[in-house]
């Protein structure tokens, strides 16, 4: 698990959310959305959740062009 939690650019749905943390933890994204789906039946912050990491989790772009010192 030592990859970087950020946003791909390829296999995006809405923002890349699930499509990073899939790659993050070395499953499918489309579970990832799933259980995500599932999820929303339950009472919680589910979608502030989302919409948190959504604005914490940098492009996969913006990441690869930060200069490494």
């Given at each position: ?9 390829e ?23 799933l ?11 589910q ?23």
């Amino acid at each position: 698990m030592s990859r970087k939690l950020v946003r791909p650019r390829e296999g995006r749905m809405i923002a890349g959310v699930c499509a990073g943390l899939a790659r993050r933890f070395n499953t499918s994204a489309g579970m990832i959305r799933l259980l995500f789906l599932l999820s929303l039946f339950l009472p919680g912050t589910q979608v502030i959740v989302y919409l948190v990491l959504w604005a914490l989790m940098p492009n996969e772009d913006r990441y690869a062009r930060t200069p490494r010192y």
